[in-house]
């Protein structure tokens, strides 16, 4: 049996692909803490405001702020795998590297996740409404500022001249 032939550059292709879905499920899991952390503060502030802070309802407001992180990281990660990989390996073959598209995706990915889990597509009339997208563009964005050192590289490497 012959060896199989296979590219450089299609190995440096998965080698990008393999490290941009690490910095997506890195930009997810801090997103997911972020929220939840945020979700915990605002609900004992409001348990504060109403004069009702207990140590029974923080630990149920922490149980809640910890279920929260859990599925935001568990549909991050789905999103990640669904979406994120496929999507970064369809814009690195065109070199497209922008953060933008997977802002998009996220918002798409959040809504229809949404959709299902409320029974309803979600409001957008109220700001609080627009909250509920805050964690995905959190984890484009981050995922964003973690790949540039990549494109980076790349750029400079696919502009050396091998001799």
Do not use: H
């Not at 923080?58 to 990640?80: K, M, R, W």
């Not at 390996?89 to 229809?112: D, S």
């Not at 997208?133 to 750029?155: K, N, T, V, Y």
């Amino acid at each position: 049996m012959a060896p199989v032939e296979v590219s450089n550059e299609r190995i440096y292709a998965e080698v990008r692909a393999n490290i941009a879905f690490e910095q997506m499920v890195v930009a997810v899991l801090i997103s997911a803490l972020i929220s939840g952390a945020c979700l915990l503060v605002v609900n004992n502030v409001i348990l504060i405001a109403k004069g009702g802070w207990r140590l029974a309802d923080a630990l149920v407001t922490s149980l809640g702020a910890v279920q929260a992180t859990f599925f935001i990281f568990l549909f991050g990660f789905a999103a990640a795998i669904v979406v994120g990989a496929p999507l970064f390996k369809a814009l690195e073959k065109i070199r497209y590297r922008r953060v933008w598209p997977y802002g998009v995706a996220a918002v798409a990915v959040q809504y229809v996740i949404l959709a299902i889990s409320l029974g309803r597509p979600p409001t957008l009339d109220t700001p609080a409404g627009l909250l509920f997208f805050a964690p995905g563009l959190m984890a484009a964005f981050l995922f964003g500022r973690f790949i540039r050192p990549l494109w980076a590289a790349s750029e400079r490497s696919s502009s050396l001249t091998i001799v």
